[in-house]
């Protein structure tokens, strides 16, 4: 005997976190179609793109603009620099800290992920029309950023308590 579970189905395709995670899961899996090859995640692009972006900013300043905790950027930074993708160098105000650039294998290997990621883009971007995708960015960035703000609020109130 099959159970319907339609119902609960239902129920959870109407939560909006659920229904997100679902579509993070697909996109995610298209990703890792297009970069396995190079065995590059999506956490380790986005460093990369940080830094080359705005190269000589330290460990915890790329973490912070991409969201990964201060404990797990630097084993992050550890992989990449093991593979000859970035360097580190004393950070010219502050000796103590260190400043982040690509090295030139990162540089070779950032225009080939840069090729990739607008393949992925063009791929995911192609299920919906301009104005939606326009749409679907404007609501996640105001759902992540009033997350952020429930966070900040909530932590507030902890320390108020």
Not at 71 to 94: F, K, Q, T, Y
Not at 131 to 140: I, T, Y
Request: charged fraction near 30%; aromatic fraction near 2%.
């Amino acid at each position: 005997m099959q159970r319907d579970d339609t119902a609960g189905l239902a129920r959870l395709e109407g939560l909006i976190g659920y229904t997100l995670r679902r579509a993070q899961v697909a996109v995610s899996r298209s990703f890792v179609e297009l970069f396995a090859d190079l065995d590059v995640r999506q956490s380790q692009l986005g460093v990369l793109t940080v830094i080359e972006g705005s190269p000589g900013l330290r460990p915890s300043q790329v973490g912070a603009a991409i969201g990964i905790k201060r404990a797990n950027i630097g084993p992050l930074l550890d992989e990449l620099e093991a593979r000859g993708l970035v360097r580190r160098e004393p950070d010219p105000s502050d000796r103590r800290s260190q400043a982040l650039f690509l090295t030139t294998a990162g540089e070779a290997l950032m225009a080939e992920l840069h090729r990739r990621e607008a393949a992925h883009e063009e791929r995911i971007a192609a299920l919906l029309a301009p104005q939606e995708r326009d749409a679907l960015l404007d609501l996640l960035r105001r759902l992540a950023q009033g997350a952020r703000d429930m966070a900040e609020d909530e932590a507030g109130a902890e320390e108020t308590d």
